[in-house]
Nanobody
């Protein structure tokens, strides 16, 4: 499985971004987004089951973000609203796991950088 993340960029606080992750190969996996800010450990952001019926969010983004999947396009998306400077990080998509723990995931995409200016 190869994962390609996109959609990062520079946005002002309060703005929105939509991150996408396109998968190739076998794609019917539960998938998640993680993020890593400079000097900090990688942390779970949001996850979605292989069916799309179950989602999970970190408390830090709950209510501001929505994860979704489009299996016809082999893609998951993360819509992030009301962005804060502390949301600035490299965002990574991952597949093959269904928990908050990065060790559970077998497949990773490259990061897409999100920078939120105050």
């Amino acid at each position: 499985v190869q994962l390609q993340a996109s959609g990062g960029g520079l946005v002002q606080a309060g703005g929105s971004l939509r991150l996408s992750c396109t998968a190739s190969g076998r794609t019917k996996y539960p998938m998640s987004w993680f993020r890593q800010a400079p000097g900090r450990e990688r942390e779970f952001v949001a996850g979605i089951s292989d069916s799309g019926y179950t989602t999970l969010y970190a408390d830090s983004v709950k209510g501001r973000s929505t994860i979704s999947r489009d299996d016809a396009k082999n893609m998951i998306n993360l819509q992030m609203n009301s962005l804060k400077p502390e949301d600035s990080a490299d965002y990574y998509c991952a597949a093959g796991g269904s928990s908050r723990y990065q060790e559970d995931y077998a497949y990773w995409g490259q990061g897409t950088l999100v920078t939120v200016s105050s």
